[in-house]
Structures are given as structure tokens and as C-alpha cells.
């Protein structure tokens, strides 16, 4: 499945993001929480956001290959996908306003075109 490759890359991602909140935790002395910590409260947006959005992503990208998607297709989703979100993880790990626009910019796309993508395999599939 083309899709479980995406999916273990960005959980990869969602581990690599996980591993930076716990070694701040563990340098600041903050056991719950961000403790007022400006680089952690960071490290654990970019943790949040990762995995507010990765989820859906991944349901629309194992949708699409499940309704017979185009390989090309799931594979250009899914790069987008990763891209997407290391680019932002990235920008606001680094304080980089425009990798941060450029990461939800390629997100929101992306989402968009896997949600439309979605809706034409199933409109083929109801109407064909």
C-alpha cells in the first residue's frame, strides 16, 4: 500500500517532534505542561499541529488509494503530505514566518486536493 509508506514517514515526523518536546521537558524541569517556557510552548505547538492535521490527511490519502487511485497520484499526495508538514514544523521551530506560511499553504492544499480527489472517485463510483 502506497499510503502505508506516507503514513510511517509522518509518524516518524509525529516521533521526531515528540522526542524535541521531551528533551525541552527534561532541560527546563517541566513535568507538565510548558511551565512558561517560550521553546517549549513551541515544540508542543508544532507536536499539536502536526497531529491535528496529519491525521485526516493520511484517512483521505488511504481513502483515495482503497477507491483505486492513480499511483501517481497517492505518491504525489503523499509527498506533499510530508512535505507540507516538516516545512511547517520547521518555520516554527525555527521562528521562520515564511516556511511556516509555505508549510500550511502546501497543508491546505493538499487537503483540499486529496477532499476533491476523494469526491470524484466516489461520484464515479455512485454514478459512473
Known amino acids: 500500500m502506497i499510503s ?3 503514513a510511517a514517514l509522518a509518524a516518524l515526523l509525529i516521533v521526531w517532534l515528540s522526542l524535541r518536546v521531551i528533551k525541552l521537558r527534561r532541560a527546563k524541569k517541566v513535568i507538565f505542561g510548558d511551565g512558561g517556557e517560550t521553546d517549549l510552548q513551541i515544540a508542543i505547538r508544532a507536536q499539536g499541529n502536526a497531529t491535528e492535521y ?4 493520511l484517512i483521505l490519502l488511504a481513502l483515495l488509494e482503497l477507491s483505486g487511485g492513480n499511483a501517481a497520484l497517492l505518491h504525489a499526495g503523499g ?3 510530508i512535505l507540507g508538514r516538516v516545512v ?3 518555520g516554527l521551530l525555527r521562528a521562520n514566518l515564511h516556511q ?3 508549510g500550511m499553504q502546501i497543508t491546505i492544499f493538499t487537503l483540499i486536493g486529496l477532499a476533491v480527489a476523494n469526491l470524484g472517485y466516489a461520484a464515479n463510483a455512485a454514478f459512473g
Open 79 to 81: 509527498v506533499a503530505i
Open 100 to 102: 511556516r506560511v509555505l
Open 54 to 57: 496529519i491525521p485526516i490527511l
Open 88 to 90: 511547517h514544523a520547521r
Open 4 to 6: 502505508a509508506l506516507y
